[in-house]
């Protein structure tokens, strides 16, 4: 959950560049974007239960997602830097990949004590 509240912190600063400082839509969309990451993984994690935790853990993906793609929009505007579009792109890429192995663990281990 670290890395997911770093890069709504990282989206969260760079809506504040000149570039996105004043078009509030894109702005908007990829900070939602961002906060649901993390926030879906914490509150999944609340419910205390398997099953709700993994519903969450997808909706954390499926944002993650949404921001890669709102993202590349954005470079391919020239509305953020290709540098911090790269980075970013990595990180919610392995992001991802570690979502889908924690859902995977989870259903395994469901599996196992059935």
Known sequence: MEKAGQIAIDIYKVCETEKLKNDFAPKDQIKRAAFSISSNIAEGFEYNNNNEFVR???????????????????????????????????????????????????????????
């Open 56 to 114: 969450f853990l997808k909706y954390a993906k499926g944002s993650a997602g949404e921001l890669r793609s709102q993202l590349f929009i954005l470079k391919e505007l020239e509305i953020i830097e290709n540098e911090f579009y790269n980075n970013k792109f990595s990180e919610l890429n392995s992001l991802s990949g570690q979502l889908s192995s924690f859902i995977k663990y989870i259903k395994d281990y469901q599996n196992k004590i059935k």
